[in-house]
């Protein structure tokens, strides 16, 4: 039984890798860590837990003694430097360093190829000093990701970006579905 630690997995893609994952693997169990515990999937196997991903001692409070892979699914761009900083890279720091210490298999990311350059700036960064670590990391770099029950603005300008993409393959959006499917292959390849 594979036991999998999701550091934001509430979230519109954390729930597409939770249920792409259970389809893959039926016996693994999820430990879906986030500040309010709240998750629309509803499965023995996931278990929601309250915690500050920001904060290690909060996190590895929660979590079980054994974990064979983490994932961080927190990240979005923000306006100012310290909440950017907070958001992205404070949570896969304290991903490194749970990785390291339970001596996972695996750890997975969410890059970003799409936004503001602060943010790209950053997803790049955070990448380059994670594989820097001992243990494997697996990432994926999406553009614009829709499908399933997104529907924001964002969502909206799909078709756009559709078209776009076909000029420029750093504008083609990408769905959800298949996103969390590449990551989950990345992560458990043997």
Do not use: C
């Amino acid at each position: 039984m594979a036991t999998i630690v999701l550091l934001g997995g509430n979230g519109y893609i954390g729930r597409s890798v939770t249920k792409h994952w259970l389809k893959k693997d039926p016996q693994a169990h999820f430990w879906v860590v986030s500040r309010t515990g709240n998750n629309k999937l509803n499965d023995i196997r996931i278990h929601n837990v309250v915690a500050d991903v920001t904060n290690y001692e909060a996190v590895v409070a929660v979590i079980p003694e054994k974990i064979d892979y983490i994932v961080d699914l927190v990240g979005r761009p923000e306006k100012n430097d310290a909440d950017l900083e907070l958001i992205n890279r404070v949570p896969a720091d304290v991903m490194k360093k749970i990785a390291e210490n339970y001596e996972v298999k695996a750890m997975g990311f969410i890059g970003g190829t799409l936004g503001p350059k602060s943010f790209t700036s950053m997803k790049t960064d955070i990448i380059e000093q994670l594989k820097k670590g001992q243990i494997r990391l697996e990432v994926v770099e999406p553009t614009l990701v829709y499908g399933e029950d997104r529907n924001d603005s964002l969502s909206k300008m799909v078709p756009i970006f559709k078209f776009l993409g076909i000029f420029s393959k750093g504008l083609k959006p990408v769905l959800v579905t298949q996103l969390a499917e590449e990551l989950v292959q990345k992560i458990i390849r043997r």
